[in-house]
């Protein structure tokens, strides 16, 4: 296995990697043969094409999700990575699809997550083939195309093919994830009827996804000329508690608040826009009715709270730590408030108590609760197989004892029988991912094309 030592990337590597963070594949309106829009299927044929040319088989299912196989044998081995992407956001320093590489990085929307990491897990079979090596069972890299908002590619695939023997999904930390935290999304809904005497909430709006900390949120209100709430508005100390921007027209105000965006599993790294414009809403606006009973509701159960205290549900255990709270989108014309949320849980809690307690605070407010998607959590013990395999190929790569790690963030590994989360980060990397100006650095994926392919050869040898 000489092979995998000191691996530098040749130019063909970033080539195909370009070509891949150049594809938006930004999940868009199912079409005729375009279950997750136009851009993702323009993705995965391009992943797939590159495949082609290393000298693998592939398989498109549909354009739900397809494959590169390699090798022959009854069972596989998997890696399991996606090539869908959040949409990029604000405060980009470059064109997030218009990759370019700068001080050893390659820079773009999905560059971390997880177009770069897959395309290290290609190159590593490419490299094992190359070479000749040996192996004992089939190798199959799977390109999903689902994994930022949904479960539906994984769904499809396993209706279709047989789960694998063992994979692994490079979509996490180093060493090996063998704790997933369950992941569990829910709507707060309040209906407005006795609103609004001397002014108007136009609309609320903000955030993209659950799993993203908005960065931006903005709120029109027509006042008609209410001097009393305009100078309320302007009340110079809350504008910059909460971060909040004004433009002034003749009879309307548009309130803007920018945040800092971050992985829904980390909230706690980033500013929530849509907190900070519903709590200054809360402290300047006066008049009683459905609205401010909203927003005294929202500060006194939610606020900035990213993990559930003021609801009830700040769960936490040893194997996986604490429970996470994310608001992640907001919406709001006259007659309705619509509020999405992720949990991420800790691996011993039972969601139906998180649901109890969440359900029994709201009790006494106008809030109607609805209960969206739901992943268990995963819990792989440090005897497994598949975590022995793994192990053993990072500490022989790496030279350093592989330790076992959880994660708040949510892996196709919650989803594929027979699966742990294993890189491409190590606990030292800025981690960027669902950010602005998302990049991975050339190095670590260097470095990654080595553990992969030694993990490879453990697990299919």
Not at 14 to 37: A, N, Y
Not at 164 to 179: G, K, M, Q, R
Not at 210 to 216: E, G, T, W
Not at 350 to 368: A, M, P
Request: contains cysteine.
């Amino acid at each position: 296995m000489v092979f995998i030592k000191d691996i530098k990337i040749e130019d063909e590597f970033l080539i195909d990697l370009k070509s891949i963070l150049r594809k938006k594949t930004v999940k868009d309106v199912s079409v005729k043969d375009h279950p997750f829009g136009a851009g993702i299927t323009e993705g995965l044929n391009c992943i797939l094409d590159i495949a082609k040319s290393y000298g693998f088989r592939t398989v498109n299912l549909n354009n739900y999700i397809g494959y590169a196989e390699f090798g022959q044998g009854d069972e596989y081995v998997g890696v399991l990575g996606h090539i869908d992407v959040v949409p990029e956001g604000n405060g980009w320093s470059t064109n997030p699809f218009e990759p370019i590489i700068k001080d050893g990085k390659v820079h773009g929307r999905g560059a971390l997550d997880d177009k770069g990491p897959l395309l290290a897990a290609l190159y590593a079979l490419k490299l094992l083939k190359d070479s000749n090596i040996k192996l004992s069972k089939k190798v199959r890299v799977i390109f999903g195309t689902n994994e930022e908002s949904g479960t539906e590619d994984i769904d499809y695939y396993l209706k279709r093919e047989e789960s694998p023997l063992y994979c692994f999904t490079p979509d996490a930390y180093f060493p090996i994830v063998t704790s997933e935290k369950g992941i569990l999304t829910f709507e707060l809904v309040q209906n407005l009827e006795n609103v609004f005497d001397d002014y108007e909430i136009d609309y609320i709006k903000g955030g993209k996804r659950s799993n993203i900390v908005p960065d931006y949120c903005e709120c029109k209100i027509i006042h008609n000329n209410n001097n009393q709430l305009i100078m309320a508005l302007n009340d110079t100390s809350l504008k910059e508690i909460y971060k909040i921007d004004l433009e002034y027209s003749e009879n309307y105000i548009i309130i803007k608040s920018k945040g800092i965006a971050s992985h829904g599993s980390t909230p706690e790294l980033g500013e929530n826009a849509i907190a900070n414009i519903l709590l200054y809403l809360n402290k300047v606006l006066k008049l009683k009715n459905d609205f401010t009973m909203f927003l005294e509701d929202f500060s006194e159960l939610i606020g900035k709270d990213w993990d559930g205290n003021k609801l009830g549900i700040n769960f936490y255990d040893e194997e996986s730590g604490a429970l996470t709270l994310n608001l992640g989108v907001i919406n709001e014309n006259n007659s309705e408030i619509r509020m999405r949320f992720n949990i991420r849980y800790p691996v011993t809690i039972s969601h139906e108590d998180i649901l109890n307690n969440i359900k029994h605070k709201i009790k006494d407010t106008n809030f109607i609760f609805h209960e969206g998607n739901h992943n268990a959590p995963l819990y792989f013990p440090k005897d497994h197989r598949l975590v022995m395999s793994l192990k053993k190929a990072y500490e022989e790569v790496v030279g350093e004892e592989a330790e076992l790690l959880s994660t708040g963030g949510g892996t196709y590994a919650k989803l594929m029988p027979n699966t742990v989360a294993f890189g491409p980060l190590f606990k030292d990397n800025e981690n960027l991912a669902h950010q602005a100006n998302e990049f991975i650095h050339v190095s670590l994926l260097e470095k990654c094309i080595q553990i992969y392919a030694r993990a490879i050869y453990e697990l299919a040898r």
